[in-house]
Structure formats: C-alpha cells, structure tokens
C-alpha cells in the first residue's frame, strides 16, 4: 500500500473529532473541499468509509473510529515531544470574566513574582485538548469534565453571594432574601443555575419568586449591570471582592459555598518544567490566600 498522506491523515482526524467538516477545515486553516477531498482520497486508498455523512451530522463508522482514536493519541503525542523539546511560554486558560476580575488586576504580582516567566492567555471556561488547544494550565470549576489523564488540583470552595449596588438595594429596601420578590434578578448565561444554586444553597424559598428580568452573556456583563443598578445578581465572591472593598455593590446576605469548587488543570507534558510548577504554586497561593 502507498504511504498515507499525513495531511489526509490529519483532516479526517479532525473531522471525526469535531463531527464536523467546516470546523476540522478551520482548525486546519484550509478550505472545507480541501478537507473532503483529503478524506475521500483516504477511504479510497484504504477502501473502506470512515465517516457516515448526512444532512444532520458527520459520524465516524466503527473503523473510521478505531482509526480517528489511534491518530488522535499519535498526532498528540507528536506534540508533547515537541513542546518538551522546545518549551515555548505557558498558556493559563481561565473564564473572561476571572481573568478581567481576578487576574489582571494581580498580573504585576505575579510577573514580580516570577520574572522569568512568558504568558500567553487562552479565555475559555468550558472543556480542553491541551495538545490541540496549546494550553498549559487551567483554572475550571469542578463541574467541567476533567481531560483524559488529568488529576484536578483543588484549590477553593467557591462561595458565591447576592450583590448590587448600594443604591439599589436603599431604593428597593432589599433587607433580607424574601424582599428579593420585588427585585430585578440579573443572570448570565455562563451560570444560568447560578440563582437556583443560591436559593438551595441559602435554604431561601420564596412564595413569590420573581422572573429573571435580564440575562448576560458573561458574568463581567452581568457584574456591570449590578453596579449601574439594573438589579441585583448572583455570583461568585471571588470575581466581586475588589467591588465590594470599594463599594462599588454590596452584599446585603452575604456569601455561601456553593455547590462547586475551583481547580486546575496542567498538561501532563508540562507538569514537571520548572516553570509550570512556578505558576503553579503562586495560583494556589494567590487564590488560598483571598479566599482563606
């Protein structure tokens, strides 16, 4: 048999991965015929269908499966043995809104910290591939699915509290949980169970609760609202304590654990670099400390 086209190789992985042409070809950087061809070239080489397409939905079949897994595992490794060659800076991934409420206004202490240290930044909140996706280290919530080989590091109890803004709460006279009937409830669409997390977490039940007025994409969105006095939200004490030292809102019941923790996740291949363990530590550090 003629050698395989690793480029091929390469598109269908993607592909059966994403479940998805058009994605695999913007991973790829490459037109979406580009890929088609690459994998129709492939089924014919090898002479069997790899993937099951439809109007709804690109499946692999079985074989096309046990192939897309063992090239995903080679293509994988292939990268580990290159960043381990050649370390470039780190990528810490974390949710917007932890980075615009939490990091960046303690990045200066941590570039004093650890002055050697190259950072890039991945915004994202949601499940990774470390080899794919080019990340380090991860800050998550311990509901998100962890990687295949990962051990989470935990670090906090996220405590999570009702806040708006001083004046809101003196007009609408929000004085315990029940008043929160005649309140404008702001969520976001990141947490949407973060009003339900809170009512359990308080044991608060009320006889008349009230709709969520507004939903925001990010909680960076929904904290701003809280503060022009659009109404009052619930969200976690970490990304609000600088708000709150400054009275800039406040939280009339204060806050509770929820129902979740923060961890990290590190790269397998870059758990043991010196570096990586560096940024480590000041993360936990950073984060025991506030939250301690």
Known sequence: MPRLSLNALRAFEATARLRSFGAAADE?????????RHIRALEDQLGLLLLSRNAHATEPTPEGAQLAEGLSVAFNLIQ????????????????????MYWLLPRLSKLKNAIPSLELSFNTSHGEIDFTR??????IRLSSIPVPKGVTPIPLIEEWIGAVCAPEYMQTNRIEKPSDLERARLLATNTRPSAWVDWFKATSTVLENPPEIAESFDHFYLQIQAAKCGLGVAAVPRMLVRDELDSAGLVAPFGFVPGPVSIVLWVA????SQSKTVALVEWLRNELQQMEG
């Open 28 to 36: 790829l950087s490459v037109t979406h015929g580009a890929v088609s």
């Open 80 to 99: 580990r043995t290159v960043d381990q060659l050649k370390p470039g800076p780190l990528t810490l991934s974390c949710s917007a809104s932890i980075m």
């Open 133 to 138: 996706d080019k990340i380090t280290v991860a």
């Open 268 to 271: 397998p291949h870059a758990a």
